[in-house]
């Protein structure tokens, strides 16, 4: 049913993976996890290797960005969906993948998207500004997400019809921080394929420095 695809670059993937498994173990759900390391660095990876080694796991040797590497996914995915998840989301719903696949068997979206949110909490001065970006830009609940259904189009967390990735893929032009989903929503809306919102958001486990966010934004 579902190919679940993180790639990952320097950040412990075990709290992700292990949800996933569990559910995917406890629901008897038709789902493979696959992962790509887009090559971190060695203490990353030997993070990561414990709760990887039983799940579909690739260390590239090179850093080749985060548009082309979900482009490789396909080529490893064996079901006829691909869930997407960015390495930093956190599952906050028990029923987070029978969400999907209830969703999947009513209607075959070619797109679905589930939505991300922040945590209310303060993170303190020296990570307010990205903080304050994915607040008010990206915890868009369903009723605005709908309004906008492909300017509301973001990588971290949607399900598409491997078919359609197959005509359609991320731009491999940009290998740099932000915008492939942007650019990628806009082809979709382009080609006249529709993408369909859900209540079903994952938490965004990692909150970058105002530095760090300014450079890559840069």
């Given at each position: 049913?579902?190919?679940?695809?993180?790639?990952?670059?320097?950040?412990?993937?075990?709290?992700?993976?292990?949800?996933?498994?569990?559910?995917?173990?406890?629901?008897?759900?038709?789902?493979?996890?696959?992962?790509?390391?887009d090559c971190s660095s060695d203490s990353y990876k030997k993070m990561n290797e414990e709760v990887c080694k039983n799940e579909i796991y690739i260390q590239l040797d090179e850093n080749i960005?985060?548009?082309?590497?979900?482009?490789?996914?396909?080529?490893?995915?064996?079901?006829?969906?691909?869930?997407?998840?960015?390495?930093?989301?956190?599952?906050?719903?028990?029923?987070?993948?029978?969400?999907?696949?209830?969703?999947?068997?009513?209607?075959?979206?070619?797109?679905?998207?589930?939505?991300?949110?922040?945590?209310?909490?303060?993170?303190?001065?020296?990570?307010?500004?990205?903080?304050?970006?994915?607040?008010k830009t990206e915890s868009q609940p369903l009723n605005i997400r709908i309004k906008s259904p492909n300017k509301s189009f973001m990588t971290n967390n949607f399900v598409i019809r491997l078919?359609?990735?197959?005509?359609?893929?991320?731009?491999?032009?940009?290998?740099?921080?932000?915008?492939?989903?942007?650019?990628?929503?806009?082809?979709?809306?382009?080609?006249?394929?529709?993408?369909?919102?859900?209540?079903?958001?994952?938490?965004?486990?990692?909150?970058?420095?105002?530095?760090?966010?300014?450079?890559?934004?840069?």
């Open positions: 049913m579902i190919s679940i695809c993180i790639p990952i670059y320097n950040f412990n993937v075990s709290e992700l993976v292990r949800a996933l498994s569990f559910q995917i173990k406890e629901n008897k759900l038709p789902c493979e996890i696959i992962l790509i390391d960005g985060r548009a082309r590497i979900r482009n490789l996914f396909k080529n490893y995915a064996k079901y006829e969906y691909l869930l997407f998840l960015d390495c930093d989301s956190l599952i906050v719903s028990n029923d987070f993948l029978l969400n999907y696949i209830e969703v999947i068997k009513k209607s075959a979206y070619p797109i679905i998207c589930g939505g991300r949110f922040y945590k209310n909490e303060h993170p303190g001065r020296n990570k307010m500004l990205r903080w304050k970006y994915g607040i078919e359609i990735f197959e005509q359609i893929k991320f731009d491999e032009r940009i290998t740099d921080y932000g915008h492939e989903d942007t650019l990628f929503g806009y082809v979709l809306k382009k080609n006249g394929i529709k993408i369909h919102h859900i209540d079903n958001p994952v938490l965004n486990g990692d909150i970058e420095t105002n530095t760090d966010f300014l450079i890559k934004t840069e």
